[in-house]
């Protein structure tokens, strides 16, 4: 019996696996260690995930935001360990999750573009290097957070196109003093810009929503992908809504620098199941 988990900061998604049958996927909140404590997550698991899986449990890989040292990753791993006392336990990032969905146990350069973006080069085993992302002030380049300030700001300064303006203000009926507002006083911003991504998704067919788009990618090949020694010949992937969204402009700038792209997930439950499954 092997318990999977893919975890965000707003949610959880958890796979079941070893019974006769399909796998079974069950939900929960965010466990992200930075907003959360050992005794709040082990509630939640007791109250939503335990009735449905039980404890008689022999494995558990739990992949998840925030989990950037053993210190945040002991905060999940006390909590599983309470409720799953049998189970051999392994803690770790997202982005080793990415990097194990995608190429398995091949090496290769792992990236994540969702809220924020990540990457590292991954040699089959573990992450050997990674460019840190920094976040959407001073890196984050192709992420959610970082397309989506960079439209508010053309939006208010006016550099957008009026074509696109008149929309986007029809859209998002917010004033001036409520953008500055979320982004500077309010929490979670990265989350508060992101929120306009889909607007360059449903527009991506006007010049300006392209060329935002792809040069934001082309920020983050060079600024986080060329960070690693023979970039050229490893093959690239990605999880991530805005990775899965906009796969096309994606594919489009990676080749104009001649890479390729070996896989593009939207999440990486599925590949984490095969990896798990298959070893």
């Given at each position: 019996?092997?318990?999977?988990?893919?975890?965000?900061?707003?949610?959880?998604?958890?796979?079941?696996?070893?019974?006769?049958?399909?796998?079974?996927?069950?939900s929960t909140g965010g466990m992200n260690p930075f907003f959360r404590?050992?005794?709040?997550?082990?509630?939640?698991?007791?109250?939503?995930?335990?009735?449905?899986?039980?404890?008689?449990?022999?494995?558990?890989?739990?992949?998840?935001?925030?989990?950037?040292?053993?210190?945040?990753?002991?905060?999940?791993?006390?909590?599983?360990?309470?409720?799953?006392?049998?189970?051999?336990?392994?803690?770790?990032?997202?982005?080793?999750?990415?990097?194990?969905?995608?190429?398995?146990?091949?090496p290769g350069i792992a990236c994540i573009l969702g809220t924020g973006s990540n990457s590292c080069f991954y040699n089959g085993v573990?992450?050997?290097?990674?460019?840190?992302?920094?976040?959407?002030?001073?890196?984050?380049?192709?992420?959610?957070?970082?397309?989506?300030?960079?439209?508010?700001?053309?939006?208010?300064?006016?550099?957008?196109?009026?074509?696109?303006?008149?929309?986007?203000?029809?859209?998002?009926?917010?004033?001036?003093?409520?953008?500055?507002?979320?982004?500077?006083?309010?929490?979670?911003?990265?989350?508060?810009?992101?929120?306009?991504?889909?607007?360059?998704?449903?527009?991506?067919?006007?010049?300006?929503?392209?060329?935002?788009?792809?040069?934001?990618?082309?920020?983050?090949?060079?600024?986080?992908?060329?960070?690693?020694?023979?970039?050229?010949?490893?093959?690239?992937?990605?999880?991530?809504?805005?990775?899965?969204?906009?796969?096309?402009?994606?594919?489009?700038?990676?080749?104009?620098?001649?890479?390729?792209?070996?896989?593009?997930?939207?999440?990486?439950?599925?590949?984490?199941?095969?990896?798990?499954?298959?070893?």
């Open positions: 019996m092997i318990l999977i988990a893919d975890s965000g900061s707003t949610k959880t998604n958890w796979c079941l696996t070893g019974n006769p049958g399909l796998p079974e996927i069950f404590n050992t005794e709040d997550i082990a509630s939640e698991i007791r109250m939503k995930l335990l009735p449905e899986t039980g404890s008689e449990i022999n494995e558990i890989h739990f992949y998840g935001a925030g989990v950037i040292s053993q210190e945040k990753g002991n905060i999940v791993r006390n909590a599983l360990q309470v409720l799953y006392p049998k189970a051999e336990i392994e803690v770790q990032s997202d982005l080793l999750a990415a990097a194990r969905a995608t190429l398995g146990n091949k573990e992450i050997v290097k990674h460019v840190p992302p920094l976040g959407f002030i001073l890196g984050d380049e192709g992420s959610g957070a970082v397309m989506g300030r960079k439209l508010i700001g053309d939006f208010l300064k006016g550099i957008m196109p009026e074509r696109i303006a008149e929309k986007f203000k029809t859209r998002f009926q917010i004033t001036y003093a409520d953008f500055l507002d979320s982004v500077y006083k309010k929490e979670k911003p990265n989350q508060f810009l992101a929120q306009f991504v889909p607007f360059l998704h449903e527009n991506i067919a006007d010049e300006y929503c392209l060329k935002l788009v792809e040069k934001s990618f082309g920020e983050f090949v060079r600024r986080n992908i060329s960070g690693y020694s023979g970039f050229h010949e490893l093959p690239i992937c990605f999880v991530g809504s805005v990775a899965f969204y906009f796969q096309e402009q994606l594919k489009n700038v990676l080749g104009k620098n001649y890479l390729q792209i070996k896989a593009i997930l939207k999440e990486p439950l599925n590949g984490l199941i095969k990896f798990h499954t298959e070893k």
